[in-house]
């Protein structure tokens, strides 16, 4: 009853949607697509740390970083932990080293202060739960809509039309199989929201 009241009170916030994350395959939007919320900063692991870039930023009401393992439900409650299991998930084929749009759906937006991408090692195990050690340590591209404005002087986001248009990334060099992590962090909160694709890397 209580997963019941949970998903009929949250209108959650957003989740990738070009190219096709795990959890736009697995629920097909909506709920719990995109709520998978938990603290800022990956790959660290303290709650609470100050923007590196904006200090002035809102951190109020962290949320734990998700565990190893549980990355690509961004650490949430069972109904999201099927994104977790390691198995032969739906790839999307892209080009290694490209440009690439990548579109984002809100159900509810927010003052963003950044868009981080990392991707996973070369020789890096697809048998083994999704980690810290699994992933480049730093994002291989990061797309920040304001740059570094303080968050009051960014346009309200509820009604920025800009937030909806997708932003433009340069790919990694990587080929065969590889997982992009994606982490929208947003500026107004100390929250940010994950999520996970299955990449085919052609050259």
């Known amino acids: 009853m209580a997963m019941e009241n949970r998903s009929e009170v949250a209108p959650a916030h957003g989740w990738l949607t070009h190219p096709r994350s795990r959890a736009d395959i697995e629920f097909n939007?909506?709920?719990?697509?995109?709520?998978?919320?938990?603290?800022k900063f990956f790959p660290e692991k303290q709650?609470?740390?100050?923007?590196?870039?904006?200090p002035t930023d809102n951190q109020s009401g962290p949320k734990p970083v998700p565990p190893d393992g549980q990355i690509a439900s961004g650490g949430c409650e069972p109904t999201a932990a099927v994104l977790d299991e390691v198995?032969?998930?739906?790839?999307v084929d892209l080009q290694s080293g490209a440009e690439a749009p990548f579109q984002w759906n809100f159900s509810q937006k927010h003052r963003t202060r950044r868009y981080n991408y990392f991707v996973t090692k070369e020789g890096w195990d697809p048998s083994a739960?999704?980690?810290?050690?699994?992933?480049?340590?730093?994002?291989?591209?990061?797309?920040?809509?304001?740059g570094d404005i303080p968050l009051w002087e960014m346009p309200?986001?509820?009604?920025?039309?800009n937030l909806d248009k997708p932003h433009t990334i340069r790919l990694p060099e990587r080929s065969g199989y590889h997982v992009i992590l994606a982490v929208w962090e947003v500026a107004d909160t100390g929250h940010a929201f994950y999520q996970v694709m299955d990449v085919n890397f052609t050259r």
């Open 29 to 39: 939007g909506g709920w719990p697509s995109n709520g998978l919320e938990a603290g």
């Open 156 to 161: 309200d986001a509820s009604t920025d039309p």
């Open 129 to 146: 739960p999704l980690s810290r050690d699994q992933f480049e340590p730093e994002p291989f591209a990061t797309y920040k809509p304001y």
């Open 87 to 91: 198995r032969d998930w739906p790839k």
């Open 47 to 54: 709650v609470g740390l100050p923007d590196p870039d904006v």
